[in-house]
């Protein structure tokens, strides 16, 4: 079993920052993905292993990025110009294959870190 655990979460105001922190130990792709009230799972953002490629919702394009410090087993979401509908449970997760948007090809998933803007 894999156990990832998520932090960085909190309250920002529409326009700030936050940084969203994810320890994966192994060799997995990466992915983010977040979850409205109401509203269904959303992918975010992918990276692959080595870090070399990465897939984004068109949603977030030039204001998040993701990426991996290996030698930390570590998954980041720097996200950029928030704005109220960025608010969500953000989860990250982990799969054996290749980066995707689908979150069924996710095997495991942290617990969620809850992001909140206000306006």
């Known amino acids: 079993q894999v156990q990832l655990v998520e932090s960085g979460g909190g309250l920002v105001q529409a326009g700030g920052s936050l940084r969203l922190s994810c320890v994966a130990p192994?060799?997995?792709?990466m992915g983010w993905f977040r979850q409205a009230p109401g509203k269904e799972r959303e992918f975010v953002a992918a990276?692959?292993?080595?870090?070399?490629?990465?897939l984004y919702a068109d949603s977030v394009k030039g204001r998040f990025t993701i990426s991996r410090d290996i030698a930390k087993n570590t998954v980041y979401l720097q996200m950029s110009s928030l704005k109220p509908e960025d608010t969500a449970v953000y989860y990250c997760?982990?799969?054996?294959?290749?980066?995707?948007?689908?979150?069924?090809?996710?095997?495991?998933w942290g617990q969620g870190t809850q992001v909140t803007v206000s306006s």
């Open positions: 990276i692959s292993w080595s870090g070399s490629s990465t």
């Open positions: 192994g060799r997995y792709v």
């Open positions: 997760a982990a799969n054996n294959y290749y980066s995707s948007a689908r979150s069924v090809d996710y095997a495991y």
